[in-house]
């Protein structure tokens, strides 16, 4: 009688113990279909490129440019990634850079965002940066912005010529249409001087004022600034490519060791550029977004947007 109890008992026990674990597991397998995606599906998420659905797969697409056609349309993950909360939902999102390659049409850059929701990731309206341009950065910005920093030909170059003009395209992502909005940055009162950094955007040469009255303005516009996380920089001019070293505390900053391709151009402001760069010792940034480099012995302030 007694052997008869302790079975039933522990048979009781071994179905209560299994239901357990069924619960428990189960219970797992319901949370785990909430839990955020991993870092690597928004390589294979779909996106919006000129109105046309992309569904990458390992990070690339590759379907025909027209039914029928032979010739391909190419779409690949290129990267420069930002991360960040791009909705205010406190999970991380993700914006990078896809290229598309259709027959004879070059190499088209494009700006994305997968926004991490407890479904997977969800892509973005792709928008466009140029054909054949040369990537540099992509940043955090203010608040839920993005920065995009780039080359891009002057106006009036052919394809052929080598991207030389310094871009910035300031971004935020309207989650209800996944698209992203461009962010003007010109006008008084909407910069915050407290959020901005050196390495924010690429610093494009607006004027230069002296003490003595003088102002002095680019001829050409080709003199951009652009600030390295490394302690580097890099300036293009009307002439020929800058770079060196720079330190910056929270109010100085100053360039050193720079060198420069040794291109000759006649009526070239070049050397007055690298001129404005070594005498340079403090910096501020303005409410209208500006970077302003003050000369050593308050001789004057050089002026960047």
Not at 129 to 147: F, W
Not at 282 to 292: D, R
Request: aromatic content about 10%; charged content about 20%; glycine content about 8%.
């Amino acid at each position: 009688m007694k052997k008869s109890i302790l079975l039933t008992i522990s048979i009781l026990m071994v179905l209560a113990g299994a239901s357990f674990v069924y619960k428990w597991t189960s219970k797992k397998d319901a949370i785990s279909v909430q839990l955020p995606a991993s870092m690597s599906d928004y390589k294979n998420t779909s996106y919006t490129i000129d109105g046309q659905t992309v569904k990458l797969v390992d990070g690339m697409s590759t379907v025909e440019s027209a039914p029928g056609s032979a010739s391909k349309t190419i779409t690949k993950y290129f990267g420069n990634e930002v991360k960040k909360d791009l909705d205010g939902d406190g999970r991380e999102d993700i914006s990078f850079l896809l290229t598309q390659e259709t027959a004879g049409s070059g190499t088209f850059f494009y700006v994305v965002a997968a926004l991490n929701t407890v479904n997977g990731y969800v892509g973005s309206h792709a928008v466009l940066l140029g054909d054949r341009i040369a990537p540099q950065t992509t940043e955090s910005g203010p608040g839920k912005s993005i920065i995009v920093n780039y080359m891009d030909r002057a106006q009036g170059e052919p394809m052929t010529a080598n991207p030389s003009v310094g871009k910035s395209l300031r971004l935020i992502l309207d989650p209800a249409s996944m698209q992203f909005g461009e962010v003007a940055q010109n006008f008084e009162g909407e910069a915050d001087p407290s959020r901005m950094s050196l390495s924010m955007k690429t610093w494009k040469w607006t004027h230069s004022e002296y003490n003595d009255g003088k102002i002095i303005t680019p001829k050409k516009d080709a003199f951009n600034l652009t600030f390295k996380n490394d302690g580097t920089f890099a300036a293009t001019t009307d002439c020929n490519g800058i770079g060196g070293n720079y330190v910056a505390t929270k109010s100085t900053v100053t360039f050193s060791k720079m060198m420069s391709t040794l291109m000759y151009c006649d009526g070239s402001q070049e050397a007055d550029f690298k001129k404005l760069l070594e005498n340079t010792g403090e910096y501020i940034f303005t409410s209208k977004g500006e970077l302003v480099l003050n000369l050593k012995f308050d001789s004057g302030s050089v002026y960047f947007k």
